[in-house]
């Protein structure tokens, strides 16, 4: 979990002709930065903080193990949606959840500190 | 160009026989609150790339001043728009009991080390990826199930950044203005996110970004 927060990765940009314009390497938190990334204190290995911060703002995201439990115990890699060769299922699917719940974000834009990184109620089941 | 071949109007309105221009026309006398969707593949002031029409469901065509072609305003946005192929359903139709592999669209998608393009493919998918997962983004944004989908093939197709992620996804972005006839606009960046490997696309949303208070460029 932590390697994929704090990597880079190869960014193609392209022009309004389609044209590649320039590569570079872009951080996964993008305006972002790690401050903290642990297991709560006083509850242990059931919840793990990620701490936030961007442009001023800290942002606590806290992941509780009793909302993935399915996947805490889980180190298997689903070849359907987890492409990666190196990271089990649980740090793949939290990270695309810490990518669209709070790095999409403009940190001025958050008007909270914590945030409960989870799957939505309404998700639909199959 | 690419921008030429989402360009079509017909293509967007498909199911009508009213070209799009005698459409806008016919929005303005009915003072039909309209949202174009325009898709860029650069920055704000970039070139426009798409533009899809998406008419208020609150219209209603008896409104029609004399001389003005009736025109069926009141239909959703699935009715008017038909996504570029190879899309291959223009409903997602994952209720329940709809297989996580059924697929929902299947989409042109710009090949990231090499020229050409390759196919992505919506799975219904379940709380993890797919439609089930992105499902309620498509809230968050404007225009419903088809102007998403639109986004989403605007942004696979004309990408202006395609990032190699760590994790085994790609993520591709691409600007979008929701144009307002009332002289302003609103850009947003649309993400999509599919795997490397197979092209399915793991979750899509779309993030507001500044309104500008001049007519879209």
New interface residues.
Partial sequence: MREILLSTGETAFYGPDGRLTEVKQVPFLEQWHLSELDFDPDLGRSRLVCVLTGAGKTVTATIDASDFPDLRDNTSISPEWNGSAAYHDLAVHLSVLIQEQILVRDPADIRTDQIRIRIPADRAKP | ??AREHSGKERLVPNVNIPYREMQAAARQLQVPVIRLRA???AAA??M?ALSCVLSGTAMASTAPAGVRPMPVTAGASAWYVASAPVIAATPG?G??????KVVATYKA?K?DAGGYRTDTL????????Y??L???IGQYFGGWASFSFAMAQTLK????????????Y?ETAPIYQCFYAGYYVIW?F?V?P????G?I??A?G?KGKTVHESCP
Avoid: D, F
């Fill in positions: 160009m690419p860029a593949i650069a970039a070139v790339v994952c329940k009991g709809a297989n996580v592999r710009k990231h799975y219904c998918g379940n709380i993890r990826y797919g089930r997962h499902e309620p983004h004309a990408p202006a950044t395609i990032g190699v992620q760590p994790n085994g996804n993520k960046t993400i996110i795997e490397i490997s197979s399915a793991v979750t949303y993030s």
